[in-house]
């Protein structure tokens, strides 16, 4: 069963990301600072009329439910806060004694740090509530795994084994000068069976247990304008021995301050 998402109503701004979209190329270096910041200010106010509406996404998913699942139909995945036990007596408490509800004091350690490293950067991720289960908290309690998250806007790059993953600030035969990239998450690895799985046997794609964030797309890439890494395991190591594996990256461009 997939954890219900709901939708609650704080505000996310993020002006950085905004503003560092803003191209300049002029030839008049008067006309390109006046114009530039005119062009700023104006994605500023944008931003921060779009960003009432943004929302913050939350993910509750009871302990005999097996999987959560977060999304993003537009950017990306930000784990801000995920909470493995209980916090009050309302949730996941349907059925169940009163007894298993009363420790509202109960927390996993560790569990957001799970959930930032498998889903951070993604578009989808999902998450067997086993793998935050042990140790066990709180016995005798009922838990629940509960994530709250935001979608970022970022450019999203899926690279299939052995290719080579392009990494840019600009448009299509253009360049923004002065813009570089930050990369927000990297995975390597597999977490479904039809990303890359054209033509490949069913033997190398049923492992979907199998993604490893990794630093070296950031390493490469961060603070240049255009970068090159290829997806393999000669890079990245291998996470699944005998599984057609792919790279997803997750990066915005930004002006240098």
Do not use: W
């Not at 999902?126 to 289960?133: A, C, P």
């Not at 069976?193 to 490949?200: G, K, M, N, P, V």
């Not at 794609?205 to 890494?229: H, L, M, R, W």
């Amino acid at each position: 069963m997939l954890a219900h998402i709901a939708r609650s109503t704080k505000p996310t701004v993020r002006n950085e990301v905004c503003l560092s979209q803003v191209p300049a190329v002029f030839t008049s270096t008067d006309t390109m600072l006046y114009v530039r910041l005119i062009s700023t200010l104006l994605l500023a106010a944008t931003c921060l009329l779009s960003g009432a509406d943004a929302s913050m996404e939350k993910a509750v998913t009871c302990d005999m439910d097996v999987v959560q699942r977060l999304s993003c139909e537009n950017g990306v995945i930000s784990v801000e806060a995920a909470l493995y036990g209980r916090a009050d007596r309302e949730t996941c408490s349907e059925g169940r004694p009163q007894q298993q509800l009363t420790n509202t004091e109960c927390s996993q350690q560790g569990t957001v740090d799970v959930l930032r490293r498998r889903c951070d950067g993604k578009k989808v991720c999902e998450l067997s509530v086993t793998d935050v289960q042990s140790p066990d908290p709180c016995v005798d309690t009922y838990k629940y795994l509960q994530t709250s998250y935001t979608c970022l806007p970022a450019s999203h790059l899926v690279t299939c084994e052995h290719s080579f993953a392009h990494l840019h600030c600009g448009k299509l035969h253009y360049t923004y000068e002065g813009q570089t990239i930050l990369v927000y998450g990297a995975h390597y690895g597999r977490h479904d069976q039809t990303t890359c799985s054209y033509r490949r046997p069913a033997s190398q794609v049923q492992n979907v247990y199998c993604s490893s964030p990794t630093s070296k797309v950031a390493e490469s890439c961060d603070g240049k304008n255009s970068c090159t890494i290829r997806a393999s395991n000669s890079v990245f190591g291998d996470p699944c021995v005998g599984t057609y594996k792919y790279l997803e990256v997750a990066y915005v461009c930004q002006y240098l301050t």
